[in-house]
């Protein structure tokens, strides 16, 4: 034998199995090769096998086939002919060769049967018959194979059932119907789901064709937001058995969404899925409840009880005005009886009787009644009662009208004509009855004291006492009145008192000409005169300054507008806007006190109104900044020559108690012929008098395209400011400190520096005053700080060094923080550096600000151990008596004072005296800005402590630094 055999042959070589034997009745004189060929085959087949020679028909099992078929060897052997000669039920396969797998072996035939086991139950098998021929086709023995494919047939059985009805039940179905089977890993865990069939509705749905559709995956069909969502809730029906009926959105592209109901079932190891679209359903029912909606909003809008109530006295519908009464919600009232409404505290209305009258006489019914509220209050109703048909039923409408304030009023009415006559003869207001041609016919005799007239001369004399200008305002008043019977009209007018005095009155008139009883209008008149001169005197306020009695910047930019606009008017003509600010006015309220400032600006204030014409405005915007509008002015050479009068006006001492106080301003103008709106004058002014501030102050700067350079500058430079503070623009360089006596670097000074992306290299004098305004000073000040302390940690213990304090400069606003102290010893403990090693440098003007505060902070750095250096000593005012206030450790003699030494005495005298005072206070003496071998030589002769200076040695950076300090001695 060959192929097959071989084969086999090969296959127990390797595994170098021993071959199973078979009885020699099976196998009768089969060559040894075969019988151990054979023998494998059978040992190991997961099947049931059976072989049956040819000539004798004897046939050989092996238990899997006795397993299979569930009987003994013998009784299985007995069936093998049925199953070859296709006995019972069977479904035939193939009845033709199947295929020829070599010269010697033909697999001739496949076939299904279905068995009744000896236990009565019944399977399915697949059986395969191959024969061993000979050389002329003649079969030697057959060789039977038998599987259990039942599971299988079932679900075969389900298809075709289900194809054969799919003609007439899902084709004709209006739902959507998808097959759905699940695909499993190899543990057996539900990974995705096949498309196994759907009918033509389905495909509508979907969206798809069958035929792209079937045999496709779940997560292929479904948009990528719903294969997730849809794959686990398909996999928990399979899993859990439990069916899954909702509604979905479902996006395939253009167009609107569509909305689907599905209901999921399990269907053997998958899902059949009934999907109908919904989407018109959906509308229809979202246009109803739009519409329901509609008119519950139009219902809750009325004020009056509004209720439907069925035959049998359920509420079908009700208003908010409902609920509100009764305390609750109209959801809660909706199908309740309508006992809850209302709360019947009427007993004389037989609510009852009523609902059958409407619903046999089918006409309207009204009843007043009263409904008492949950918390016990009772109001007073009026309510109709109407049939409403409706299809085979009718209902019943009510509408209930509040009219408890109505009958209060009524019942007040009544009561009030009783009493009327007695109150107009004792109110406090004027009541007075005139005809259609405006002539007083009564008056109630409040008028003596209101006015000082007696009833018959006021009656007589009242057209005569309104006052002239109001006159014209009262006939159309009065006109207004008997054009609009019984409706109030007001006014306020001005009526001479007796006494000559004008009084200004609150009138009401009332047309009642039509009202017998009356028979004419009825004017009311109240004196108001206090209240219109404390609304002046408010309005006043509003618009003026409190300490100055000047227009404020709300009045002044009213006044501003209209200038501007009567400057377009009349061509030649223009407005001047000069804005002065006080030049170091803060020095005097710090050292004079707030009450001297503001009598020293009402005095600047009528020196200012004296100084211009009548017709300007001078207004005080706040502080110690004021503003004069100048309007038809002729000549810029005019303004200008306001603006030097204003100088000299300044210049001159003022009285201020027994004290006289010079002060200067600085002033900006800026000039329209008109087209420039108020803002934007006197912004233009407000710049040009910084402008006169930059440049030295105690002068006036017109406003023109270098002073806008400039203050788009100082723009550029605030927004550029805040972009350098969260980058790495800015760098600290040191300027070294040296003992005079020693010539050791023995400090430095951290110097700030602005690297500025387009501008270069910027110093503080730059930047710092814009920082200043802007308070983004603060944020750089404590940069500084952390940086500086950083450098002395890291130039702690430099061999051969003798640096023992890094000085910073502390900036006014720093000062003004109340936990500056926290602050510090915060980046000291951070860093780990020593409190002596770090020192404070302040300016003198600095020091003169607010020297409460400034002396707190300053003794609470001390207590720290941090120390104090007063900067630019002697530039200041009252320099002495501010030495011992604070805890200065060192003086700096200015530069100012050491440029001039070598060349004359005074400066020498100068640096002598400081040295000496701050020797005689303690404090050591250091000299900035030596420039010259002179000037070393004569400070240090004069015995000056330390020195700073180009000649000494330029700011540098931290690495030339670390050389200097390692390098010994200057000299």
Same mark, same amino acid.
């Given at each position: 034998?060959?192929?097959?055999?071989?084969?086999?042959?090969?296959?127990?070589?390797?595994?170098?199995?021993?071959?199973?034997?078979?009885?020699a009745? !099976?196998?009768?004189?089969?060559?040894?090769?075969?019988?151990?060929?054979?023998g494998? !085959?059978?040992?190991?087949?997961?099947?049931?096998?059976?072989?049956?020679? !040819?000539?004798?028909?004897?046939?050989?099992?092996n238990?899997?086939?006795?397993?299979?078929?569930?009987?003994d060897?013998?009784a299985?052997?007995?069936?093998?002919?049925?199953?070859?000669?296709?006995?019972?039920?069977?479904?035939?396969?193939?009845?033709?060769?199947?295929?020829?797998?070599?010269?010697?072996?033909?697999?001739?035939?496949?076939?299904?049967?279905?068995?009744?086991?000896?236990? #009565?139950?019944? %399977?399915?098998?697949?059986?395969?018959?191959?024969?061993?021929?000979?050389?002329?086709?003649?079969?030697r023995?057959?060789?039977?194979?038998?599987?259990?494919?039942?599971?299988?047939?079932?679900?075969?059985l389900?298809?075709?059932?289900?194809?054969?009805?799919?003609?007439?039940?899902?084709?004709?179905?209006?739902?959507?119907?998808?097959?759905?089977?699940?695909?499993?890993?190899?543990? +057996?865990?539900?990974?995705?789901?096949?498309?196994?069939d759907?009918? +033509?509705?389905?495909?509508?749905?979907?969206?798809?064709?069958?035929?792209?559709?079937?045999?496709?995956?779940?997560?292929?069909?479904?948009?990528?937001?719903?294969?997730?969502?849809?794959?686990?809730?398909?996999?928990?029906?399979?899993e859990?058995?439990e069916?899954l009926?909702?509604?979905?959105?479902l996006?395939?592209?253009?167009?609107?969404?569509?909305?689907?109901?599905?209901?999921?079932?399990r269907?053997?190891?998958?899902?059949?899925?009934?999907?109908?679209?919904?989407?018109?359903?959906?509308?229809?029912?979202?246009?109803?409840?739009?519409?329901?909606?509609?008119?519950?909003?139009?219902l809750?809008?009325?004020?009056?009880?509004?209720?439907?109530?069925?035959a049998?006295?359920?509420?079908?519908?009700?208003?908010?005005?409902?609920?509100?009464?009764l305390?609750?919600?109209?959801?809660?009232?909706?199908?309740?009886?309508?006992? /809850?409404?209302?709360?019947?505290?009427?007993?004389?209305?037989?609510?009852?009787?009523?609902? *059958?009258?409407?619903?046999?006489t089918?006409?309207? /019914?009204?009843?007043?009644?009263?409904?008492t509220?949950?918390?016990?209050?009772?109001?007073?109703?009026?309510?109709?009662?109407?049939?409403?048909?409706?299809?085979?039923?009718?209902?019943?409408?009510?509408?209930?009208?509040?009219?408890?304030?109505?009958?209060?009023?009524?019942?007040?009415?009544?009561a009030?004509?009783q009493?009327?006559?007695?109150?107009?003869?004792?109110?406090?207001?004027?009541?007075?009855?005139?005809?259609?041609?405006r002539?007083?016919?009564?008056?109630?005799?409040?008028?003596?004291?209101?006015?000082?007239?007696?009833?018959?001369?006021?009656? +007589?004399?009242?057209?005569d006492?309104?006052?002239?200008?109001?006159?014209?305002?009262?006939a159309?008043?009065?006109?207004?009145?008997?054009?609009?019977?019984?409706?109030?009209?007001?006014?306020? %007018? *001005?009526?001479?008192?007796?006494?000559?005095?004008?009084?200004?009155?609150?009138?009401?008139?009332?047309?009642?000409?039509?009202?017998?009883?009356?028979?004419?209008?009825?004017?009311?008149?109240?004196?108001?005169?206090?209240?219109?001169?404390?609304?002046?005197?408010?309005?006043?306020?509003?618009?003026?300054?409190?300490l100055?009695?000047?227009?404020?910047?709300?009045?002044?930019?009213? *006044?501003?507008?209209?200038?501007?606009?009567?400057?377009?008017?009349?061509?030649?003509?223009?407005?001047?806007?000069i804005?002065?600010?006080?030049?170091?006015?803060?020095?005097?309220?710090d050292?004079?006190?707030?009450?001297?400032?503001?009598?020293?600006l009402?005095?600047?204030?009528?020196?200012?109104?004296?100084?211009?014409?009548?017709?300007?405005?001078?207004?005080?915007?706040?502080?110690?900044?004021f503003?004069?509008?100048?309007?038809?002015?002729?000549?810029?050479?005019?303004?200008?020559?306001?603006?030097?009068?204003?100088?000299?006006?300044?210049?001159?001492?003022?009285?201020?108690?027994?004290?006289?106080?010079?002060?200067?301003?600085?002033?900006?103008?800026?000039?329209?012929?008109?087209?420039?709106?108020?803002?934007?004058?006197?912004?233009?002014?407000d710049?040009?008098?910084?402008?006169a501030?930059?440049?030295?102050?105690?002068?006036?700067?017109?406003?023109?395209?270098?002073?806008r350079?400039?203050?788009?500058?100082?723009?550029?430079?605030?927004?550029d400011?805040?972009?350098?503070?969260?980058?790495?623009?800015?760098?600290?360089?040191?300027?070294?400190?040296v003992?005079?006596?020693?010539?050791?670097?023995?400090?430095?000074?951290?110097?700030?520096?602005?690297?500025?992306?387009?501008?270069?290299?910027?110093?503080?004098?730059?930047?710092?005053?814009?920082?200043?305004?802007?308070?983004?000073?603060?944020?750089?000040?404590?940069?500084?700080?952390?940086?500086a302390?950083?450098?002395?940690? !890291?130039?702690?213990?430099?061999?051969?060094?003798s640096?023992?304090?890094?000085?910073?400069?502390?900036s006014?606003?720093?000062?003004?923080?109340?936990?500056?102290?926290?602050?510090?010893?915060?980046?000291?403990?951070?860093?780990?550096?020593?409190?002596?090693?770090?020192?404070?440098?302040?300016?003198?003007?600095?020091?003169?600000?607010?020297?409460q505060?400034?002396?707190?902070?300053?003794?609470?750095?001390?207590?720290l151990?941090?120390?104090?250096?007063?900067?630019?000593?002697?530039?200041?005012?009252?320099?002495?008596?501010?030495?011992?206030?604070?805890?200065?450790d060192v003086?700096?003699?200015?530069?100012?004072f050491?440029?001039?030494?070598?060349?004359?005495?005074?400066?020498?005298?100068?640096?002598?005296?400081?040295?000496?005072?701050?020797?005689?206070?303690?404090m050591?003496?250091?000299?900035?800005?030596?420039?010259?071998?002179? +000037?070393?030589?004569?400070?240090?002769?004069? #015995?000056?402590?330390?020195?700073?200076?180009?000649?000494?040695?330029?700011?540098?950076?931290?690495?030339?630094?670390?050389?200097?300090?390692?390098?010994g001695p200057?000299?």
């Open positions: 034998m060959t192929g097959g055999t071989e084969h086999v042959l090969r296959q127990q070589d390797a595994v170098g199995a021993d071959p199973v034997p078979m009885g009745r !099976a196998l009768g004189d089969f060559a040894a090769l075969e019988v151990e060929m054979l494998l !085959a059978f040992t190991g087949a997961p099947v049931g096998m059976a072989i049956v020679r !040819a000539d004798t028909g004897e046939t050989t099992v238990a899997a086939l006795c397993a299979l078929l569930d009987c060897p013998v299985a052997a007995a069936a093998i002919p049925e199953l070859m000669t296709r006995g019972g039920e069977r479904r035939e396969v193939d009845a033709h060769v199947v295929s020829t797998e070599g010269p010697d072996t033909v697999e001739w035939e496949l076939l299904e049967q279905r068995r009744v086991l000896p236990d #009565g139950s019944t %399977i399915w098998t697949r059986v395969r018959v191959q024969s061993v021929v000979e050389g002329a086709g003649t079969p023995f057959h060789i039977v194979s038998v599987e259990d494919i039942t599971l299988e047939r079932d679900q075969q389900r298809l075709e059932v289900r194809d054969g009805r799919r003609g007439t039940a899902l084709e004709g179905s209006l739902d959507g119907i998808f097959v759905l089977e699940a695909e499993r890993d190899p543990g +057996q865990v539900i990974v995705n789901f096949v498309v196994r759907m009918n +033509q509705r389905a495909q509508e749905i979907l969206g798809q064709t069958r035929d792209v559709a079937l045999g496709g995956r779940l997560t292929e069909l479904l948009p990528t937001d719903l294969q997730r969502p849809f794959f686990e809730r398909y996999a928990a029906v399979v859990s058995g069916p009926d909702e509604e979905f959105a996006d395939l592209g253009p167009g609107p969404s569509r909305w689907i109901q599905q209901q999921v079932v269907f053997g190891d998958g899902v059949v899925i009934t999907a109908r679209d919904v989407t018109t359903v959906r509308s229809e029912e979202e246009e109803l409840r739009r519409s329901r909606d509609f008119l519950q909003r139009v809750d809008t009325d004020p009056n009880l509004i209720f439907v109530e069925a049998d006295g359920q509420l079908v519908l009700v208003n908010q005005a409902v609920a509100d009464l305390g609750t919600t109209v959801v809660e009232l909706l199908g309740r009886p309508d006992s /809850v409404m209302p709360l019947r505290a009427d007993d004389s209305v037989d609510y009852d009787g009523i609902d *059958r009258r409407v619903l046999e089918m006409q309207p /019914v009204e009843v007043d009644e009263v409904i509220r949950p918390n016990g209050e009772q109001r007073r109703f009026h309510t109709v009662k109407v049939p409403l048909p409706l299809d085979s039923t009718v209902l019943v409408l009510g509408i209930s009208a509040d009219t408890t304030e109505r009958d209060i009023a009524a019942y007040a009415l009544r009030s004509e009493r009327y006559q007695a109150l107009a003869r004792n109110s406090s207001d004027v009541v007075a009855l005139a005809n259609r041609e002539e007083v016919e009564w008056v109630s005799p409040a008028v003596e004291h209101v006015l000082g007239y007696t009833p018959e001369e006021f009656r +007589q004399s009242f057209a006492q309104v006052h002239p200008e109001d006159r014209q305002r009262y159309e008043f009065f006109d207004r009145a008997l054009s609009q019977e019984n409706v109030e009209t007001q006014i306020e %007018i *001005r009526i001479r008192h007796a006494s000559g005095e004008w009084r200004w009155a609150e009138t009401s008139a009332r047309n009642l000409l039509a009202d017998p009883e009356v028979a004419g209008v009825v004017l009311h008149a109240r004196d108001v005169t206090d209240r219109h001169r404390a609304e002046s005197e408010l309005a006043h306020q509003a618009l003026h300054d409190p100055t009695g000047l227009p404020n910047r709300s009045l002044l930019l009213d *006044r501003l507008e209209r200038a501007i606009m009567r400057a377009e008017r009349v061509p030649g003509t223009s407005v001047v806007v804005f002065l600010d006080l030049d170091r006015f803060k020095v005097v309220n050292s004079l006190g707030h009450a001297t400032g503001d009598r020293l009402v005095a600047v204030a009528r020196r200012l109104r004296d100084a211009v014409r009548p017709s300007d405005t001078v207004a005080r915007l706040g502080g110690d900044e503003v004069i509008c100048c309007e038809d002015v002729a000549s810029d050479e005019q303004a200008l020559d306001v603006a030097t009068r204003i100088l000299e006006e300044i210049h001159k001492p003022f009285a201020i108690g027994e004290r006289e106080v010079y002060v200067t301003t600085s002033i900006g103008i800026a000039i329209t012929e008109g087209g420039t709106p108020p803002e934007s004058l006197l912004r233009d002014a710049a040009a008098m910084y402008e501030k930059d440049k030295g102050r105690d002068r006036y700067e017109v406003f023109d395209d270098d002073v350079a400039r203050v788009l500058w100082r723009m550029e430079i605030e927004h400011l805040h972009r350098a503070l969260s980058g790495d623009d800015f760098r600290l360089s040191y300027q070294p400190v003992d005079l006596r020693s010539g050791l670097v023995i400090g430095v000074e951290a110097l700030l520096r602005w690297h500025h992306p387009r501008r270069g290299v910027l110093l503080p004098t730059d930047f710092i005053p814009i920082a200043e305004e802007t308070g983004m000073v603060l944020q750089i000040g404590e940069w500084v700080i952390e940086q302390c950083k450098q002395m940690k !890291a130039w702690e213990g430099l061999a051969g060094s640096l023992n304090t890094m000085w910073v400069n502390l006014a606003r720093q000062l003004e923080l109340d936990d500056l102290a926290e602050r510090v010893q915060d980046i000291l403990e951070r860093w780990d550096v020593e409190p002596g090693s770090l020192g404070i440098e302040v300016t003198e003007s600095v020091l003169m600000g607010e020297f505060r400034t002396g707190t902070e300053l003794r609470e750095l001390e207590a151990g941090v120390p104090l250096a007063i900067d630019d000593f002697g530039t200041g005012y009252s320099s002495l008596s501010y030495l011992k206030r604070f805890p200065v003086l700096k003699i200015d530069r100012s050491v440029s001039g030494l070598g060349d004359g005495k005074i400066d020498a005298s100068i640096a002598s005296a400081v040295i000496g005072l701050g020797h005689l206070l303690g050591q003496v250091s000299a900035e800005g030596i420039e010259t071998p002179e +000037q070393l030589d004569e400070i240090r002769a004069l #015995g000056c402590d330390t020195a700073c200076g180009y000649f000494l040695a330029r700011p540098l950076p931290p690495a030339d630094v670390e050389q200097l300090l390692t390098a200057l000299w």
